[in-house]
């Protein structure tokens, strides 16, 4: 035949190449990228002498490429890209001397770079990156005089930077960034008067930088950041005027920032983060006034901070962790762009109400720990995009501006150690976002708002160190995730409320210590079996301490010292091994406590105890007997009422409190209220259905909404169902946090079991994302949010548990949302402990289009599978609807590299550039979540941390134009 051209791109082509191609004698195009074809490439393609231009890019090819293919001397164009293709390079390559552009990235190539490539004179491109490849890079690439760009990231390539790479004079791109390469810049990189882009970032790189590079005048990015670079910053930096982006972070860098970098005045970025400068910041940085990202921290900087954000362009700033003095310059009032501000950890001074102004894109403000003084200014109220503000540790003075309290997306604020006076606004009942408040050490008065209760999600609580008095609220009681509560050192009186019992998630501290509180101590506390340090001490506690304390094991550190308490202590390790001086100074307290007296012993006399047993015999013997008649009468009566009496005795219980508790609650209590609120699980209440059961919205007589999960009966039933029941209790028992739903109690009875969860307003996330009008309420931030959240619970279940939990089945339907639509993960009944030194195999488990791929065929549980089921939610959440096609697409394409903006959900509008860069970000972690590899995921820590800080600073191309494999290829 003489066919010469055959196209068949952009399709959905399956199967293999044909063979039989490698007739088409008198072929010189053949295109066949972007379709679906599989198989290895035949070797008979190398028989197409004519060929000029050979494209395959982006299909499922496997298998090693035919050293045949080196007989196409006429070859221009060899694009291999995108596929699954392993073994190495073939040698033979070598003989492509017409060979223009090589592209063989993102495949699974091995092995190392031929030496032969050195002869291809004629080569412009020579992307091999994203591969496996190692080995060093052959010298014989400087022979290579045509080259415009080389790739090589993202391998495994070791040994020296050849010099010989200096003389590619023509060259405007060289990306050898995450490998393994030692030694240091060739000098003779400075001959590169063509560069653009220079990224060496993440290897093994010593030595210094050479100042030759400072001959780049052309270079607009330069990257090597995480070596072990040491030295100073070349003087000779002032040259490149042309940078836009300028990386040197985590290395050992040395020495001053020099002034003649403030030339650089098209720098954008500048991250000098984790080195060990010193000195001052060069006045000089004022005329970088596109500087828009500055990262600063980590080093040992000093002097006063010039008066930066001249042209109002800076968003990210951090120095955080030196040594700058003076005042916090002025200018940074007029920078409204601002995002970000780290600058904790310094000696800064500032008039906080003359140096802030208003930031309406700012989110994070941290300047702790400083020198600030002055007053609060009420205008911190039009910040409202700010979800943490840390200012403790400073001299700041007044009261508090009410208008904080508009500040709804708040979830830190820090205002602790400053000298503040006044009241606690009660505004911050508007704060619902807020889960950490800290407000110690200062001279707040009056007393502590009730209003606080409403603060649902707060965590943590320290109001301690001030001059609060009168008592405690029991709205507190209300703050159900409360972990830490510390109110010690204040002027507070009466007694402890009760409520404070309803805390069952309290676990690190309760110090309501140096106070003036009075009364007994509730049994009701004793509900907190996970708290681990408690102080009453120096109070006006009375009575006895209740022996219920005994079922706190988890108490480890307590102090009951300084109060008027009575009677034996609790027998319980935590008591008995407990110092001396935790039960000082009381009324007559007793025990097996090294200090105190045994609670049997005695200072009566002998004679005066006979004379005493006397009397008390002919006291108790008529008094025993009148009793015992009258013990067998109510005895009798009582059987009868026996079962009235313990509902009646349960409903008085839940009047006092939360009706439920994870430990102790049997579905007794409660169980006819649960019955009466759904009318016999009529399916009209019916919420959802599930593999296990039915879930049932119930609203229960003392006021209170849950949703109960009521499993199909256990008598005569699947084994499965009883294994799911009791992996859920002992999973939601074992686990407490913000983005988990909660576990009130439970039902366990051949005929009928239940598990009583907190009610989840909004429903599940897939069927808000299937209805157009509940997804148009899912803006970007709370997208963002929604992914966040999901983050924090499984990174909290990975690593923060006393064993690894893995939930196995985590997926669109098992996040719910609340009224406020913050997200909860739920339904842990095919979760698992993880088992240190064990091979944790499993049964596959999970939903079809979650499940990690690798799970299919070793069924092996690790963290990296929920890592996986993560990413698919988190697209899930971007794209709005299962990205089971797009993760297709990406892993066997048959079309373009799509654009990030053509498949975010189309139901919204393009997000604002405020938010753009998280909406970048965490897509690009959801791609790192959906690698192939589990081993090349990241881990849900990392991943909630990255999310948490906004992920680091990239320089890419406008919104508009990113596609999936720019992202893809983001070192997250």
């Given amino acids: 035949m003489n066919l010469n051209r055959l196209v068949l791109s952009d399709n959905i082509l399956t199967g293999s190449i044909p063979s039989t191609l490698g007739n088409l004698s008198k072929l010189s195009i053949l295109y066949l990228h972007q379709n679906r074809i599989s198989g290895s490439i035949p070797p008979q393609i190398g028989n197409l002498k004519d060929l000029v231009e050979l494209s395959l890019f982006q299909n499922n090819l496997t298998g090693p490429i035919p050293p045949a293919l080196g007989n196409l001397r006429n070859l221009t164009g060899l694009l291999l890209y995108r596929n699954q293709i392993s073994g190495s390079i073939p040698p033979q390559f070598g003989n492509l001397m017409n060979l223009k552009i090589l592209d063989l990235s993102i495949n699974s190539l091995t092995g190392s770079i031929p030496s032969t490539l050195g002869n291809l004179t004629k080569l412009t491109l020579l992307y091999l990156s994203q591969n496996q490849i190692s080995g060093s890079i052959p010298p014989e690439l400087g022979n290579l005089m045509s080259l415009n760009e080389v790739s090589l990231y993202q391998n495994n390539l070791t040994g020296l930077i050849p010099p010989a790479l200096g003389n590619l004079r023509n060259l405007t791109l060289l990306f050898l960034y995450s490998n393994q390469i030692s030694g240091s810049i060739p000098p003779q990189f400075g001959n590169l008067m063509n560069l653009d882009k220079l990224d060496l970032s993440n290897n093994g790189l010593t030595g210094s930088i050479p100042s030759t590079l400072g001959n780049l005048t052309k270079l607009t990015l330069l990257s090597l950041f995480r070596n072990q670079i040491s030295g100073s910053i070349p003087l000779q930096f002032e040259n490149l005027m042309n940078l836009h982006g300028l990386d040197l972070s985590i290395n050992l860098l040395t020495g001053y920032i020099p002034s003649t970098l403030g030339n650089l005045t098209k720098l954008t970025e500048l991250s000098l983060i984790d080195c060990q400068l010193s000195g001052s910041l060069p006045q000089e ?124 997306q708040l979830s830190v604020l820090g205002l602790s150690s400053n000298q503040l006076v006044g009241e606690i606004p009660k505004e911050f009942e508007r704060l619902t976002s807020l889960f950490n408040l800290t407000l110690n050490e200062n001279q707040f008065s009056g007393q502590i708002p009730q209003e606080i209760g409403k603060l649902s999600n707060l965590e943590v609580l320290d109001l301690s160190m001030n001059h609060l ?79 219920s304390f005994e079922g706190m094991f988890s108490l480890q550190s307590i102090d009951f010292s300084f109060n008027a308490l009575e009677g034996p202590l609790p027998n319980s390790k935590s008591f008995q091994k407990a110092p001396a001086k935790a ?227 985590l997926s669109s339907n098992n996040v719910l949302l609340n009224s406020e639509l913050e997200a909860s993960v739920s339904d842990f009944g095919t979760a698992r402990l993880l088992i240190p030194d064990s091979s944790n195999w499993t049964m596959l488990a999970g939903t079809y289009g979650y499940i990690a791929p690798e799970l299919a065929y070793t069924m092996r549980v690790t963290e990296k599978c929920d890592v996986y089921s993560f990413g698919v939610v988190a697209l899930e959440v971007m794209i709005g609807r299962h990205p089971g096609q797009l993760i297709s697409s990406l892993s066997s394409p048959n079309r373009d590299d799509p654009l990030l903006k053509d498949m975010l959900d189309q139901r919204l509008s393009n997000p604002t550039a405020e938010v753009a860069h998280e909406v970048i970000f965490a897509v690009s972690m959801a791609l790192a979540c959906i690698r192939p590899d589990p081993d090349s995921r990241p881990t849900m820590h990392h991943v909630a941390q990255e999310l948490s800080v906004g992920g680091p600073s990239f320089s890419l191309e406008p919104f508009h134009a990113l596609t999936f494999r720019q992202l893809m290829d983001l070192k997250v």
């Fill in 285 to 408: 940085m004022t005329n970088m006034t596109n500087l828009s990202k500055l990262y600063l921290s980590g080093n040992s900087l000093s002097g006063y901070l010039p008066q930066l954000c001249q042209g109002g362009s800076l968003q990210f700033f951090s120095a955080v962790g030196n040594h700058f003095t003076g005042e916090i310059p002025k200018s940074i009032r007029n920078c409204t762009s601002l995002i970000r501000v780290r600058l904790n950890g310094n000696r800064l001074a500032a008039n906080v109400s003359e140096v802030f102004g208003v930031y309406p894109h700012l989110i994070f403000m941290d300047i702790s720990d400083n020198m600030l003084f002055g007053e609060l200014s009420p205008n911190w109220g039009e910040c409202r995009n700010l979800t943490k503000l840390q200012l403790s540790g400073n001299m700041i003075t007044g009261r508090i501006p009410p208008e904080i309290g508009q500040l709804t």
């Fill in 469 to 547: 008095s009168g008592p405690i609220p029991p709205q507190l009681g209300d703050c159900f995730k409360l972990q830490y509560l510390k109110l010690s050192e204040n002027i507070l009186n009466g007694s402890i409320p009760f409520q404070i019992g309803n805390l069952v998630y309290l676990q690190g501290l309760l110090d309501l210590s140096h106070n003036s509180l009075n009364g007994q101590i509730s049994p009701q506390l004793t509900k907190l079996i996970r708290l681990e340090k408690l102080n009453l001490s120096h109070n006006m506690l009375s009575n006895s301490i209740p022996s």
């Fill in 583 to 809: 039960f000082i100074n009381n009324k007559g307290l007793c025990g097996e406590v090294q200090g105190l007296r045994p609670c049997n012993a005695s200072s009566i006399s002998h004679g005066d105890a006979m004379k005493g047993h006397r009397v008390v015999i002919l006291i108790i013997l008529p008094v025993s007997v009148a009793l015992f008649l009258l013990f067998v009468i109510i005895g009798i009566s009582s059987i009868y009422y026996q079962r009235r009496r313990n509902i009646k005795k349960g409903v008085l219980e839940r009047s006092s409190g939360n009706p439920f508790s994870i430990w102790n609650y049997d579905g007794i209590a409660v169980f006819e209220d649960i019955v009466e609120a759904t009318e016999g699980f009529d399916d009209k209440y019916c919420i959802g259905i599930g593999g296990y059961g039915k879930v049932y919205k119930a609203n229960l007589p003392v006021g209170q909404v849950v949703a109960v999960k009521k499993l199909h009966p256990l008598e005569g039933g699947d084994q499965s169902d009883q294994r799911s029941f009791r992996n859920e209790i002992q999973a939601l028992t074992e686990i407490r946090h913000r983005n988990i739903v909660k576990l009130y109690g439970f039902c366990c009875h051949a005929r009928c079991s239940f598990l009583v969860y907190e009610y989840m307003e909004r429903g599940s996330l897939a069927s808000i994302l299937s209805n157009d009008e509940g997804a148009a309420q899912l803006d970007w931030t709370l997208r963002v949010k929604i992914i966040k959240g999901v983050a924090h619970a499984l990174s909290y279940m990975h690593h923060d548990c006393t064993l690894p939990i893995v939930h196995r089945d």
